[in-house]
């Protein structure tokens, strides 16, 4: 069996997430399809992180196993080819054998995207959050400083069908502003469920003056999600890239 790594770019508006589920078309469901028709057979797609339904993602990683020997450089056009125009596979290659994207991971990146302004703008805001309000950028910075490092990250995580230990490490949190424009980039060794999206909802309350200066430490201390901000639309979640 050869093992196929994929790098995977989609723009997930109109998808039910990454996994596969009976209510809806799903990316890991159109891949497989496409999979069945280049290699003739069903195989098992694995994702690196399985993205909720409307965010998108510039590097997704995948994997899948099969008998069948096509050269790598072939794959990508292949596979294009019969996929819809949302999903492309930028890069494939064979991989070790026991290689797997998901749990091979050593770290993920994701990038969430505001507009802080009033007016709304129909060719950005499918892949950003427009906020009407008034965000202080430098307070953000300094609030999203402590969760720098390893930390119990419960008031982040959204209830999930699993109890999961939610303690993990972010290397890197930065936010960048250009014109009326802000970017939030986050990478950790993994992520809970909507993690990123409830920092987001919560770094907004604390930049427009909804919650006070030091809100963020007493938060993550508190480790209770009903104290955190709101969860931030899908729309503005890129996931840029999985590191090994």
């Not at 008034?134 to 008031?155: I, N, S, T, W, Y």
Request: hydrophobic share 40%.
């Amino acid at each position: 069996m050869h093992t196929i790594r994929l790098i995977i770019s989609y723009d997930g508006t109109d998808y039910h997430g990454w996994q596969i589920q009976d209510n809806g078309r799903t990316v890991q469901g159109e891949i497989e399809k496409a999979v069945i028709k280049v290699f003739g057979k069903a195989h098992r797609v694995y994702g690196a992180s399985r993205t909720d339904s409307g965010v998108h993602a510039e590097a997704q990683t995948a994997h899948f196993k099969t008998p069948l020997l096509i050269p790598e450089r072939k794959i990508p056009a292949a596979l294009n080819s019969v996929l819809p125009e949302d999903i492309a596979i930028v890069r494939a290659a064979h991989a070790r054998g026991d290689f797997h994207s998901r749990f091979d991971a050593r770290s993920k990146h994701y990038r969430y995207c505001i507009l802080n302004f009033r007016r709304r703008d129909p060719f950005r805001e499918r892949y950003a959050w427009r906020v009407p309000y008034r965000l202080d950028a430098r307070l953000m910075r300094e609030e999203a400083a402590e969760l720098l490092g390893r930390h119990d990250f419960k008031a982040f995580q959204a209830s999930d069908k699993k109890e999961r230990h939610s303690v993990r490490e972010i290397s890197c949190l930065t936010i960048t502003s250009k014109g009326l424009a802000l970017t939030i980039n986050v990478e950790a060794d993994g992520f809970l469920y909507n993690m990123v999206r409830n920092i987001v909802g919560t770094l907004v309350d604390i930049g427009r003056g909804y919650l006070p200066a030091g809100s963020m430490k007493k938060i993550l201390e508190g480790r209770d999600r009903t104290q955190a901000g709101p969860t931030a639309p899908a729309k503005g979640l890129f996931l840029i890239k999985v590191r090994y």
